[in-house]
């Protein structure tokens, strides 16, 4: 009888590490469904004019606090172990998204994103790190399927959305439920095992590595910029874009729209784990960004109608929700285990600084033409960056991580 390839523990990692991107999927489609009825509530009426740049702020002080949380969570991650920092980190999230609920003007709101993005960006670098450290290398789908897990974030926070919508809850309702977190890591905390390869690591003297391997950090920076300023300047405003099509129902519209690019994002995420080791992650890379730059254009410009882009938003998921599962596949394959949620932390979060800047140029963009789709094709030409980086950074398919 052939043994199963994995075990208790491995799965129990799997298990956890989804779950708690799951829930970092929710807290950040959380603000990006409800933004436009929120700052209806939080703005005076003199503001609702510009509401669009409102929008961007507030998405800008998320992404700036998860670029901080990320960078500074790899430090700690490092230093104190996988377990630990994921525990912090979600109670982190947790707390800021329930108090966004109570935020009585649009400043207040923004400070609270700003501390719930420090959890999210934090949690993401050691969930991927314990994951690779703890599965087999050759089972590369296992990032995939982690990735979505984020994706399922998207679809949970959009179905809690239309059902709000229909029961005619406040939008409040949607961060209040943010708090669950923290009652999953309280009945999990003690079935996480810490990453064996850490520990190892930890034991040992800490030479100073990062010199090695900054060529490959510039790359994987360059490639994280590609994905993370164009989603951030261009999906995030897909919601909204959808309600401004839809003559009624807009805000089912919009709900139904984040689920179906959810779904989307899922088989993606899932598909480029499975894809990855037989054709590589360059070519598989390329695969995404291609679809990337072709599905843009097609839902912002040459379809018209809200029903219609709500049923593209499946296909635009796959590729430009589907090419984040690149950051939990081949990133930790670059650098040791003594670096690594350093060096995760710096690539995925980094590139949020620079997304701040992307997603306050388009909704300065979407403000000037009164409208989104001149920004959206705009900043989807940074695919064309990431599309020719990835060729540069080594093809590690088949090899085993670095120790």
Partial sequence: MKQFPLTKEQLIVLFVAILFWMFDGYETYALILTIIPALHTLLPPSQIKHISLYAGYLIASTLAGWATGGVVGGRIGDAIGRKKTMAITVFIYSIFT????????????????????????????????????????????????????????????????????????????????????????????????????????????????????????????????????????????????????????????????????????????????????????QKTSAIYFIGSLVITPIVFLVLKSAISVVLAQTVNGFFTGGIYSWFAVQPAELFPTKIRATALGVIFNSSRYLAVMGILVSSFLIQIFHGYSFAATAFRMLYILGLIVVFFIPETAGKPLPA
């Fill in 98 to 281: 329930f108090l966004s609920s109570f935020s009585i003007n649009a400043q207040m709101l923004g400070v609270f994103r700003f501390l719930t993005g420090i959890g999210i960006g934090a949690e993401w670098n050691v969930g991927t790190a314990l994951l690779q450290e703890s599965w087999p290398s050759k089972l590369t789908k296992g990032a995939g399927v982690l990735q979505s897990g984020f994706s399922l974030g998207f679809f949970v926070a959009s179905a809690v959305y239309i059902l709000m919508v229909h029961l005619g809850l406040s939008w409040r309702w949607m961060f209040r439920l943010g708090v669950i977190p923290i009652f999953a890591i309280l009945a999990l905390y003690k079935r996480i095992p810490e990453s064996a390869a850490w520990s190892k690591a930890v034991a040992s003297p800490s030479p100073k590595i990062f010199k090695t391997y900054r060529k490959y950090l510039a790359l994987a920076l360059l490639v994280s910029i590609s994905i993370t300023m164009a989603w951030w300047a261009i999906s995030t405003w897909i919601p909204s874009y959808v309600a401004t099509l839809a003559t009624t129902d807009k805000a089912y519209y919009s709900g139904l729209a984040g689920a179906l690019y959810s779904v989307g994002e899922i088989v993606g995420c899932v598909v480029f784990g499975l894809i990855a080791d037989p054709l590589g992650r």
